[in-house]
């Protein structure tokens, strides 16, 4: 165990993990030049396309200094706060974490709010200044932040490219040498902490834990803590480039056990495995549920692609256990699912699937918030649709989620950030310099004010120097109403929304403007309403058209009257015929991109 070094990455989007951690894999001879073009830490196609790691994973690499050998565990973690409990959780499988700076940027909110995650579960930090080969590095700045933030001395910030491995080596050897080893005892009862898993379709659920105490072999009959659900250690290993089997795993390794689970749902991250006969009795420390904070009706275009839209989510399920769904059926939509996701890139990546792994034309509406009603008889009913909210008359009050978020930006900036966090009904918590021209506020805030468009915004008036993390705190009180829209006097329910009493009336009359530009004119006026309870608070109207697309063609040249038929049908796939209108899949989603 004194050779083990377990350590993760921390590092804000974009900053150079991926690309360091490939070098990291050569410099060890773990892959070869040719494997590593390819960045070998994502292995999932939008993974690679988005630059963002997704699912965390955790190679092994061996590094021999001063004639010692040591075996190091780089375990990742996900790069983005919709995924903010799965690196709390690989963050407490490791000893030591390297703290990655891109030097032409400095500081952002997300390495902030995972650096004292790690700090908690005291990992040694080691600061990396990344990008130096860069003309535009500004190593002194960054330094000092650094400094700022986690002390230390300024000859300990290793100066780093992924670009042109410099720097590489020292990471290396401070990996090794400032890096505790683990501390765990192999003589007591077996305790492994689940940090990840990952679905095989031949091998089923693979989960990858870090041995905290004891010893697992092939074949012990083990138990997961969360579900009681007993299986054979089918096989364990060590995670190398492929999966290494092992007989037997100790106190401090890292790797892998198959089980034979089928579903994601038996394997709950941050949950223990231990021993059924002489296990441990207490579960690792910090396990959580996590639970979907963003919910939206996912219905299939064609109504007859209903079933295989089911399939399709049973199949993303198997590997994706913190996506929920259940059967909820729309008067304007049909029959679709209503979806729980962890955040709105976990709805996109979601729907991206669907479409593009399933071949499935999906709408998606308007998404929403967990909401819990508190009745008069004293019940609590959790809503995660707007037509789900009882009747007004047994509400007694109805909490909302909150979140506390950190924002980094330039001090610049700080006036009109101020200002969009108040409109979101944002409470300051803290407002601190963390160098002469960049501040970090905090804020409490309603978690459905960051689901309609609150980054865009923040990235727009700070013209992409400001960076934004966020934590759920809880439940709070909230004055909220449904808001209803109807087309030609028929309410829509897929475009209902429920929103803070203040909002209503200005949402109501942007959505009603913003409605009347996405749907196309038709044969008749079509009426646009918002309305609050039987109270209508805003009105517009679509003007008839009579639609001939081919008259420009005088009539002349077939194929291209064709071509133009067929664009238009192709326009069409995208349309939701709702009452005797036609609908645009954009209009579902209009009231997240209200201007
Ligand atoms: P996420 O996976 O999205 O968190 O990103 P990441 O932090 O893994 O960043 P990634 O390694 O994908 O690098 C982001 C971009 O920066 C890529 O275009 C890299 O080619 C580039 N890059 C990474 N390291 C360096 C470096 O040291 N120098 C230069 N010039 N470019 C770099």
New binding site residues.
């Given amino acids: 165990m004194k050779h083990i070094r377990n350590f993760c990455i921390i590092?804000?989007?974009?900053?150079?993990?991926?690309?360091?951690?490939?070098r990291l894999l050569e410099f060890t001879s773990t892959v070869s030049e040719r494997d590593a073009q390819a960045?070998v830490?994502?292995n999932m196609d939008i993974?690679r396309e988005?630059?963002?790691?997704i699912k965390s994973h955790a190679i092994q690499m061996d590094y021999l200094l001063d004639g010692e050998k040591y075996v190091l565990n780089l375990i990742d973690t996900p790069?983005?706060v919709d995924f903010s409990y799965e690196v709390s959780r690989s963050i407490a499988a490791c000893e030591g974490a390297l703290l990655?700076v891109?030097s032409t940027q400095g500081i952002q909110a997300q390495t902030i709010s995972n650096l004292y995650k790690a700090i908690e579960h005291d990992l040694h930090i080691i600061p990396v200044m990344?990008?130096?080969?860069?003309p535009n590095a500004m190593p002194d700045e960054v330094e000092d932040q650094i400094l700022e933030l986690i002390g230390g001395k300024r000859e300990d910030i290793i100066h780093?490219?992924?670009?042109?491995g410099?720097g590489i080596e020292n990471i290396l050897r401070a990996i090794v040498h400032d890096v505790p080893p683990p501390v765990g005892d192999s003589a007591k009862p077996l305790q492994c902490m689940i940090f990840d898993s990952v679905f095989n379709s031949f091998r089923g659920i693979i989960a990858y834990f870090k041995v905290v105490n004891g010893e697992i072999r092939k074949g012990d009959l083990v138990k997961f803590m969360a579900t009681g659900k007993e299986y054979h250690a089918d096989e364990v290993g060590v995670l190398r480039l492929e999966m290494e089997p092992r007989k037997m795993l100790g106190a401090g390794d890292v790797g892998y056990i198959i089980s034979g689970i089928k579903t994601s749902k038996e394997v709950k991250v941050g949950d223990t495995i231990t021993h059924v006969k002489g296990g441990c009795q207490n579960r690792v420390e910090g396990f959580e549920e996590v639970k979907p904070m963003v919910f939206a009706g996912v219905y299939p275009i064609d109504s007859d692609d209903y079933e295989d839209l089911r399939a399709s989510m049973e199949k993303l399920q198997l590997n994706d256990a913190s996506l929920t769904f259940e059967p909820e059926s729309s008067a304007a939509l049909g029959f679709g699912f209503r979806c729980g996701f962890l955040g709105m890139l976990h709805m996109e990546i979601i729907q991206e699937r669907l479409e593009r792994e399933f071949d499935m034309n999906v709408i998606t509406t308007v998404p929403n918030v967990p909401y819990i009603v508190h009745t008069k008889k004293g019940e609590q009913v959790e809503v995660h649709n707007p037509s789900g909210l009882p009747e007004q008359t047994i509400i007694d009050w109805i909490d909302e989620p909150y979140i506390h978020a950190q924002i980094i930006t330039k001090s610049e900036y700080i006036g009109q950030i101020m200002n969009l966090c108040l409109t979101k009904r944002g409470e300051m918590v803290k407002q601190e310099y963390l160098t002469a021209d960049r501040v970090e506020l905090s804020y409490n805030m309603p978690l459905a004010e960051i689901v309609f468009d609150f980054y865009d915004k923040l990235k727009s008036i700070s013209k992409g120097y400001a960076s934004f993390d966020y934590q759920p705190i809880g439940f709070k009180p909230a004055k909220l109403i449904k808001l209803d829209i109807l087309l030609n006097g028929e309410s829509v329910d897929a475009l209902s929304t429920l929103i803070h009493f203040d909002n209503a009336q200005p949402l109501g009359r942007r959505m009603c403007e913003k409605l009347k530009e996405l749907i196309p004119r038709q044969q008749f006026d079509i009426a646009i309403q918002a309305a609050i309870g039987s109270k209508i608070i805003s009105r517009e109207t679509v003007k008839a058209v009579r639609k001939d697309v081919t008259a420009k063609c005088y009539g002349g040249d077939i194929s291209r009257k064709r071509k133009l038929l067929e664009k238009q049908k192709k326009g069409k796939k995208r349309m939701k015929q709702v009452g005797n209108v036609e609908v645009p899949q954009k209009a579902f989603m209009a009231v997240l991109k209200l201007d």
Avoid: Y
């Fill in positions: 590092a804000h989007i974009d900053h150079g993990k991926s690309t360091l951690a490939d960045q830490l994502d993974e988005r630059g963002i790691t790069g983005h990655i891109d990344n990008k130096m080969d860069l780093a490219s992924g670009k042109t410099m």
